[in-house]
C-alpha cells in the first residue's frame, strides 16, 4: 500500500499570513495515464471532508484561489496564501493512483 | 447538485450487523464508483471499499474482506455497505463518496457498537 506522510501534524497560523503543508508518498503517483492521482480535502469538526484540489494542482468547484496544489512523483504541497479564519480544520491528502486509495494522517490547522 | 445522501445513526451490539444507505441524486449514479470510508472517534480516514453500481462489482481492503457487502439498487439510486461481525472497534462514522476522487461526500452515519 502505498503510505501517506503529512508534515507538520498541526499547525497553528495568523489571518493573513501563509500555510503550507507538506504530503509525502512511498511510491510514485504518477499513473501511465500521465495524471497524477493526488487530492487534498479539508474536514471542518463536525462534518464530511470536502475536496480542496484535485490531481495535484487543479482546485474543485468553488475553492477560493487562495488554496493551491503543487509536487510530483512522491512529494506533494498545499499552499494556502492568505489564511481565513474559515479555513480552520484537519486537511488530508490522499492518492488514488492505486489500489488501495490511502490518506495522510491529517494536518490540523487552528488560528 | 450532486447530494449524496445518508442513513441514519444506529447502535448496534457486538456481533451484530449493519447496513448504511447512501442515496445518490443530481448524477447518474451508474457513471461513479461509490467508495465507502469510516472514521473512527478522533481518528483519520479509513478507506473501505468501493462498488461499481453500473456493473454490481466490489473491491474491498483486506482488513475488511469477508466481513463487508457492498450493493447498489440503482433503481432508487442508492448504494449499501453492509459490516457483519461488529465489534467495538467498529464504532465510527461511515461515509460513502463519489468517483476516483471522491469529490462529494455523504453527511455520514454514526455506528456505535456497545453492549
Known amino acids: 500500500d502505498a503510505v501517506m506522510t503529512q508534515t507538520p501534524l498541526s499547525l497553528s497560523v495568523t489571518p493573513g499570513q501563509p500555510a503550507s503543508i507538506s504530503c509525502k508518498s512511498s511510491?510514485?503517483?504518477?499513473?501511465?495515464?500521465?495524471?497524477?492521482?493526488l487530492y487534498w480535502y479539508l474536514q471542518k469538526t463536525g462534518q464530511p471532508p470536502h475536496l480542496l484540489i484535485y490531481?495535484?494542482?487543479k482546485r474543485f468547484s468553488g475553492v477560493p484561489d487562495r488554496f493551491s496544489g503543487s509536487g510530483s512523483g512522491t512529494d506533494f504541497t498545499l499552499k494556502i496564501s492568505r489564511v481565513e479564519a474559515d479555513d480552520v480544520g484537519v486537511y488530508y491528502c490522499?492518492?488514488?493512483?492505486?489500489?488501495?486509495?490511502?490518506f495522510g494522517g491529517g494536518t490540523k490547522v487552528d488560528i | 447538485q450532486v447530494q449524496l445522501v445518508q442513513s441514519g445513526a444506529e447502535v448496534k451490539k457486538p456481533g451484530a450487523s449493519v447496513k448504511v444507505s447512501c442515496k445518490a441524486s443530481?448524477?447518474?449514479?451508474?457513471?461513479?464508483?461509490v467508495h465507502w470510508v469510516r472514521q473512527a472517534p478522533g481518528q483519520g480516514l479509513e478507506w473501505m471499499g468501493w462498488?461499481?453500481?453500473?456493473?454490481?462489482?466490489?473491491k474491498s481492503a483486506q482488513k475488511f474482506q469477508g466481513r463487508v457487502t457492498m450493493t447498489g439498487d440503482t433503481s432508487i439510486s442508492t448504494a449499501y455497505m453492509e459490516l457483519s461481525g461488529l465489534t467495538s472497534d467498529d464504532t465510527a462514522v461511515y461515509y460513502c463518496?463519489?468517483?476516483?476522487?471522491?469529490?462529494?461526500w455523504g453527511q455520514g452515519t454514526l455506528i456505535t457498537v456497545s453492549s
Open positions: 511510491q510514485s503517483l504518477l499513473y501511465s495515464d500521465g495524471k497524477t492521482y
Open positions: 490531481e495535484v494542482s
Open positions: 490522499m492518492q488514488s493512483m492505486q489500489h488501495p486509495p490511502t
Open positions: 463518496a463519489r468517483s476516483r476522487a471522491f469529490d462529494y
Open positions: 462498488l461499481s453500481p453500473k456493473s454490481g462489482s466490489t
Open positions: 443530481g448524477y447518474t449514479i451508474t457513471d461513479s464508483y
